[in-house]
């Protein structure tokens, strides 16, 4: 239940600082993606399965608030897919051990979010990313999620693996949990052990 809250908590305040903050800078070409990060930043923490759902639920928020523009899903579907990717190169235990992986994982997701959304856009006609120009949209977004990123993905992963051992998570049946059911049981055969010895000595 925390983690849902976090993520929860996490992707609400971003889309609500990439709205209200970062649309209104008008910057050339793309927006910033924050709410990317937010689901990067989760989904390498949390994995695959969990990036997928948030991925999908902030897609999703994103597609009904407003100003949105455009039909209901388009990113939700983006995000889904990201998310679910970027879950699949987690690191082990959740925990950066350097900075290049994260980098890259930006670099391929705000490549590959913008040319999915754009394809995604082209099937349902909207062709706003021609009237821009994708090759201008690509180098923004990659540019402005890059720099971003230092300052956004790390902290979310850190907070994010305080809830790391939620019995409701993905690494419920982990080492750590394997480890205490291994320790209880062989405690219970001990005592069980004990008893039946005790037992013949009678």
Not at 91 to 113: H, K, W, Y
Not at 167 to 184: K, N, T
Request: glycine share 16%; aromatic share 6%; proline share 4%.
């Amino acid at each position: 239940m925390k983690r849902i809250l976090l993520s929860t908590g996490l992707v609400v305040a971003g889309m609500i600082l990439q709205v209200c903050v970062l649309a209104r800078l008008h910057l050339p070409g793309a927006v910033p993606d924050l709410l990317l990060l937010v689901v990067l930043g989760l989904a390498l923490t949390y994995g695959h399965v969990a990036g997928c759902l948030i991925g999908f639920g902030a897609g999703l928020l994103a597609d009904l608030a407003p100003p949105a523009d455009h039909a209901a899903g388009r990113y939700a579907l983006v995000l889904c897919v990201v998310g679910y990717i970027a879950g699949l190169v987690k690191p082990d235990g959740g925990q950066l051990r350097s900075a290049t992986r994260p980098m890259l994982v930006v670099v391929g997701a705000a490549i590959g979010s913008t040319v999915l959304y754009a394809a995604v856009g082209a099937l349902v006609g909207d062709t706003a990313a021609q009237h821009v120009g994708l090759g201008k949209l690509l180098f923004t977004a990659t540019l402005y999620d890059l720099l971003l990123a230092p300052f956004t993905v790390p902290w979310i992963m850190a907070l994010a693996r305080r809830y790391q051992g939620d019995a409701l998570g993905e690494d419920a049946s982990g080492p750590g949990f394997g480890a205490r059911i291994g320790g209880q049981r062989s405690s219970l055969l001990g005592r069980v052990g004990s008893v039946a010895k005790g037992g013949r000595r009678l």
